[in-house]
Structure formats: C-alpha cells, structure tokens
C-alpha cells in the first residue's frame, strides 16, 4: 500500500489564483480529512468526508471546497489564494477503529 | 470534546524510558485517549488509543489511570529518531471519532 499520496509537495501561487491540492489513499479508507498546520501551531481541521459523496466542514474551512466523488480521492480546492493560507496542508484517511493515516504534506506559499 | 493539558517540553536520555503525561479530567465515558507524534516537517502519526484499560503495541504502550482522568505514554527504549512532537486527544466512538483536534502538544528531546 502506499498509504496516503498527496501532491504536489511544494507550490508557490501568486494572490487570487486558484489550485487543486490532490490527496489519494489505497486502503479503502471511510473516512478523509484534510488541516492546516501554521508555524508553531497545531493542526487545524479544514474539511472533512465520511465517506464517498459526503463532505462537512471543520475549524477553518473558508477559502476552501472539497469534494468526494470516488473512496479513493479527496482534492482540496483553494478558490482565490491569499496570503493568509499561506500554510502546509495535511490529509489524512482513517477507518472506524483505527487512528488517521497522514500524507507527506502540501507546503504551500502565496505570494 | 475533553480538553487535554500535556507539558509544552520533556527531555530524555538516549535508551531511557519516555513518559509523557497527558490530563483529560473532563473526559467522558465513551471517550478515547489517542496519541499521536509529529517528526518535524513530517505529517502526523498515530501511535495508539486506549478507552480504559491499558494499552501496548511495537511503538509504545499507554497507562490510563483507573478514573481516565489522565494517562501516560510509554516509550520503553527511546531513540535519537523519537525525538517529536506527541500529542494527546480524546476523542468521543462511533460518528464523532473522526475528528481530531489538535493542541500544542509535548515536544521530546531525546538527547545522546
């Protein structure tokens, strides 16, 4: 299994451009999240999915859509960048009785 | 959710038992304990959960007092490579299990 797969690793967006951030896992997971971590802070819950066609919100979700359309994929979409999300972003997949399984990370720059 | 108080730091020797304290005093009878360690710049990665009895598995083992007013996780032989930050987070079973949420968490320095 390669666990969870997020892509890319490093991106740089000028203010008001819009990107994907693609988040994949290959366990057959139910559940898929997705945080923010700002420097010398914890993790912040963005948008979460219970499962296929099924997506709520977190702590911070402005800025952000999401959608999940298959179990295997969880894109976080950034509408308009600012600074401000300036950030590294996390994914992460669980089942019920397990704890989450995280990707490598987002490290995104605005400008 | 409880709310969870864990020391900002903790050091410890190279080969030595780590203990990191966490107090979730609020916590309520369907909730569990997760720990989870951040290696710097990496993603989270769970360590282990327990409800109420104690708990071990290959990365560490964990101690929840018998009022679950509190617990502790156990590195038995630390290394250079545990040094991380650990959180702790209670969480509640079945549809609200999903959602974590983070604090500041404990960093660990283990020292040669």
């Known amino acids: 299994n390669a666990g969870v797969t997020q892509t890319p690793k490093f991106q740089v967006l000028k203010t008001g451009q819009s990107m994907t951030l693609q988040c994949a896992q290959d366990?057959?997971?139910?559940?898929m999240s997705w945080y923010r971590q700002d420097p010398g802070m914890g993790l912040r819950l963005i948008h979460y999915s219970v499962g296929a066609g099924i997506t709520d919100q977190g702590e911070v979700p402005n800025g952000y859509n999401v959608s999940r359309s298959t179990t295997e994929d969880f894109p976080l979409r950034l509408l308009s960048a600012a600074p401000s999300q300036t950030s590294v972003y996390f994914c992460a997949s669980k089942n019920q009785n397990y704890g989450y399984t995280f990707g490598s990370g987002t490290r995104l720059t605005v400008v | 959710d409880a709310k969870t108080t864990q020391p900002t730091s903790m050091d410890c020797a190279e080969g030595r038992a780590a203990n990191l304290p966490c107090n979730h005093s609020?916590?309520?009878?369907?909730?569990?304990v997760y720990w989870y360690r951040q290696i710097h710049s990496q993603g989270p990665q769970y360590i282990i959960h327990?409800?109420?009895n104690n708990e071990t598995n290959e990365m560490a083992s964990l101690i929840i007092t018998e009022d679950r007013k509190s617990s502790t996780l156990i590195l038995p032989h630390a290394t250079l490579r545990d040094t991380a930050v650990y959180y702790c987070i209670v969480r509640g079973s079945g549809g609200s299990n999903y959602k974590l949420t983070f604090g500041k968490g404990t960093l660990l320095t283990v020292n040669p």
């Open positions: 366990m057959n997971h139910e559940y």
């Open positions: 327990g409800l109420k």
């Open positions: 609020t916590i309520s009878g369907n909730e569990y």
